[in-house]
C-alpha cells in the first residue's frame, strides 16, 4: 500500500523559513518524481515543486524560485522542501504528492499547514 | 502559462442525476495531457482521470472524460452521494502545470 505522509508545518513570522519532509512507503522511491503542492485557505490547488527521481533536476513555480529548494534521500524514501523568506501568500496546506508520470500526481498526503503571519 | 477555467463554479444536482462539468483552457493542451481531481472537505485531492479520458486505478466506471485541445469534460452517469465534492481539472502538458479553479458539486 503507497503512503505519503508530510511533516514540518507550522506558524513562522514573514521573512523565516521552514523545512518540510515527506516519507513514502509502498513503491519504489527512486523510480519516481515527488511533487509539493499548495492550496491556500478556501483556494485551489497550485503545483510548488518537483524533484526527479534520481535527484538530479529539481523544477520550481516562478512563485518560489529563489526561496525554495527541494531536495531528496533516497536511502531514506523522504523529500524535503526548504522554504526561505516565507511571505504571508505563501500560507498554504502544503500536500506532497508521487508523481506517476509527467505531471499525474497519483498519491497524496494529507497535508501539512503553513501559516506566515506574525 | 496554461489558464484553466472550470464551468459551473457551482454545480447543484441530486443523487441519481448526470453531471457535467467543464474545463477550458486558455491554449491547446499538449497530448490531451489533462487530469481530472476529486476533493472532499479537509481530505488531499484523489486521482480520477488521466490523459483526458484514461480513469485511474480504482475510479468506478460512472465517471467518463473527454475532450481534446481546449475543451474537455468530466462526466458523472449517476450521481451517488460520496460524489458530491470539489473537481479540478489539470494540465500537465505544458509546464508550469496548472490547475482549474474547481467546480463545486453540491446536493440540490
Known amino acids: 500500500e503507497v503512503q505519503v505522509l508530510e511533516s514540518g508545518g507550522g506558524l513562522v513570522q514573514p521573512g523565516g523559513s521552514l523545512r518540510l519532509s515527506c516519507a513514502a512507503s509502498g513503491f519504489t522511491f527512486s523510480s519516481y518524481a515527488m511533487s509539493w503542492v499548495r492550496q491556500a485557505p478556501g483556494k485551489g490547488l497550485q503545483w510548488v515543486s518537483t524533484v526527479s527521481g534520481s535527484a538530479v533536476s529539481a523544477y520550481y513555480a516562478d512563485s518560489v524560485k529563489g526561496r525554495f529548494t527541494l531536495s531528496r534521500d533516497n536511502s531514506k524514501n523522504t523529500i524535503y522542501l526548504q522554504m526561505n523568506s516565507l511571505r504571508a501568500e505563501d500560507t498554504a496546506v502544503y500536500y506532497c504528492?508521487?508523481?506517476?508520470?509527467?505531471?499525474?500526481?497519483?498519491?497524496w498526503g494529507q497535508g501539512t499547514l503553513v501559516t506566515v503571519s506574525s | 502559462e496554461i489558464v484553466l477555467t472550470q464551468s459551473p463554479g457551482i454545480l447543484s444536482l441530486s443523487p441519481g442525476e448526470r453531471a457535467t462539468l467543464s474545463c477550458r483552457a486558455s491554449q491547446s493542451v499538449s497530448g490531451s495531457y489533462l487530469a481530472w481531481y476529486q476533493q472532499k472537505p479537509g481530505q488531499a485531492p484523489r486521482l480520477l482521470m488521466f490523459?483526458?479520458?484514461g480513469r485511474a486505478t480504482g475510479i468506478p466506471d460512472r465517471f467518463s472524460g473527454s475532450g481534446s485541445g481546449t475543451d474537455f469534460t468530466l462526466t458523472i452517469s449517476r450521481l451517488e452521494p460520496e460524489d458530491f465534492a470539489v473537481y479540478y481539472c489539470q494540465q500537465y502538458g505544458t509546464s508550469p502545470y496548472t490547475f482549474g479553479q474547481g467546480t463545486k458539486l453540491e446536493i440540490k
Open positions: 490523459g483526458a479520458s
Open positions: 504528492a508521487k508523481v506517476r508520470v509527467l505531471g499525474i500526481y497519483d498519491y
